[in-house]
C-alpha cells in the first residue's frame, strides 16, 4: 500500500528528494501545484538523483553517545522498557541518569566535515544524507523551536549540518537532509497522541517551522521526512508543505522513488565524538575502488530489458545507451561465463572493465554466448568481487 506524508520510512516507503532550483534559458514554466496528490505526484524525478545511483547515509545524534543498540535506544529505554536497555543503564550509568544528561556527552570535538566528505568523496557517493533530528529531538543545527535541545546549545556548541554542508557541496556532492517528523517524548506530540490526532499542536509548533527553517537555511538537494507511520498525512499537513516546496520555496524539484528506484544509500554512524571507525572507512574505500573500476556500469545506468539473467542470482545486467553491463558475483570453475540473455550481432564486442583486451566469445549452441573470462591469479584482476563484463552491440 502507498504511503504518504511529507516524506518516508526507511525502506518500503517514499523518499522525497527535492532539487536545488536554478534558472536554465529556454526551460518550460512548470505549472503551480495543488495541495491534492493527483497534482503532487505528477512531478517527475530529477536527472540527478536518477544518475546518482550512490550515496552515504550519516546517522548521528545524541544516541552515538550510548552507542548501544540503535538511534531507538530513548525508545526501547523508556518507551518500551526493554530489559536489555534497563541492564545497560544499570551496568554503565549511575541512579537517576536521564536520556538528556546523554546530550553534554555528544562532543563532535574531532569533527571534521573536510575530512568526511573527502571519505565520502573517495568513496564513490554522489550524495551524502545527514540526520538533522531523529526520533530523540535533538537538532544537529541551531533549530529555533528546539531550545536547549540542539548541537548549539549543547554538547557540540556548532551547527554541524551546516558545516557538513559547506564540505560535502564544496566537492561537488549533493546533501541531503534527513528529518524526523515525530517525537518520541515530546509533550506536544503526545497531547496531539491522546487526543488521536485530532489537534496539531506539535505539528504548528515545531514540525512545520523546522522543515521550513531547514529548506530556507541550507536550500538542500533531498529531504526525507521519516515517522508519519502513526498518523495520517493530513494531521502533518503533508500537501500544503508540499505543494510550497514545488511553487513558492527556494527549492523545488521534488521526486518520489520507492525503495527499489535505483538508488543505494550506504548507512553509518560516526561516534559521539565525531570520528568514524576503520570498519567504516575501510568499508568505504573498498566501494570507492570497485566503482573507480565499474562505475560505468552504475553511474547515470538505467535498467536494461532484463535485470537479472535467467535461472540465476549472480548475474545483473544494467545499461546506458547501446551498451550493455553484466555484473556477475561468482567467478566460474571453469573460466567461462554463460549468458542466455544477450542476444550477439555482427558488430558484437566483449570486454571487462578495467582490463584492455577484448575477451573471446562465442555462441553457445544451447542459446545466448559462451565468454572467456581472462585467465590471471585472482590478485591481478582489477577487483576483488563483482566483475563487470560490457557487451557491445548486442540486443
Not at 518500503?12 to 536554478?22: H, Y
Not at 508540499?242 to 543505494?264: A, I, M, R
Request: proline letters at 7%; a neutral charge; charged letters at 20%.
Amino acid at each position: 500500500m502507498k504511503s504518504r506524508a511529507v516524506g518516508a520510512g526507511l525502506v518500503l516507503l517514499l523518499l522525497p528528494v527535492l532539487l536545488r532550483a536554478a534558472y536554465v534559458r529556454g526551460f518550460r514554466p512548470q505549472p503551480r501545484y495543488t495541495p491534492d496528490w493527483q497534482s503532487l505526484d505528477s512531478r517527475p524525478l530529477p536527472e540527478w538523483f536518477d544518475k546518482a545511483k550512490f550515496g552515504v547515509f550519516v546517522h548521528w545524534g545524541v544516541f552515538s553517545v550510548p552507542a548501544w543498540g540503535s538511534e531507538w535506544f530513548w525508545w526501547h529505554w523508556k518507551g518500551e522498557g526493554l530489559p536489555q536497555y534497563e541492564q545497560f543503564m544499570s551496568d554503565n550509568y549511575p541512579p537517576g541518569f536521564s536520556y538528556a544528561d546523554f546530550g553534554p556527552q555528544f562532543t563532535a570535538r574531532f569533527f571534521n566535515p573536510d575530512s568526511w566528505a573527502d571519505l565520502f568523496q573517495a568513496a564513490g557517493a554522489k550524495y551524502v544524507v545527514l540526520t538533522t533530528k531523529h526520533h530523540e529531538g535533538f537538532t544537529n543545527w541551531p533549530s529555533p523551536v528546539s531550545w536547549n535541545w540542539n548541537s548549539k546549545d549543547v554538547g557540540p556548541h556548532r551547527d554541524l549540518v551546516g558545516e557538513l554542508g559547506k564540505a560535502v557541496q564544496k566537492r561537488n556532492m549533493r546533501y541531503g537532509l534527513y528529518h524526523s517528523l515525530l517525537e518520541w517524548f515530546h509533550p506536544l506530540y503526545l497531547l496531539d497522541k491522546k487526543n488521536g490526532f485530532k489537534t496539531q499542536h506539535f505539528v504548528h509548533a515545531k514540525t512545520m517551522p523546522e522543515l521550513y527553517d531547514l529548506v530556507y537555511r541550507y536550500e538542500p538537494d533531498l529531504i526525507w521526512s521519516d515517522g508519519e507511520w502513526e498518523c495520517p498525512d493530513t494531521y502533518w499537513n503533508s500537501t500544503e508543505f508540499l505543494s510550497w516546496l514545488y511553487n513558492d520555496s527556494p527549492v523545488k524539484e521534488l521526486v518520489q522513488t520507492v525503495s527499489l528506484g535505483g538508488n543505494y544509500l550506504l548507512n553509518i554512524g560516526p561516534t559521539k565524538d565525531g570520528l568514524i571507525v576503520p570498519i567504516f572507512q575501510e568499508r568505504l574505500l573498498a566501494v570507492g575502488k570497485w566503482l573507480s573500476i565499474n562505475g560505468e556500469a552504475i553511474y547515470s545506468s538505467k535498467p536494461w530489458r532484463k535485470q537479472l539473467e535467467k535461472n540465476t542470482t549472480s548475474v545483473w545486467y544494467t545499461s546506458r545507451e547501446t551498451t550493455v553491463y553484466a555484473i556477475f558475483l561468482h567467478w566460474p570453475e571453469n573460466g567461462v561465463l554463460s549468458l542466455v540473455s544477450p542476444k550477439t550481432t555482427s558488430t558484437t564486442q566483449i570486454t571487462m572493465l578495467g582490463i584492455q583486451k577484448d575477451l573471446k566469445w562465442s555462441t553457445d549452441p544451447e542459446g545466448g554466448l559462451l565468454i572467456y573470462l581472462p585467465q590471471l591469479p585472482l590478485l591481478t584482476l582489477p577487483v576483488d568481487f563483482g566483475w563487470t563484463i560490457k557487451l557491445v552491440g548486442v540486443e
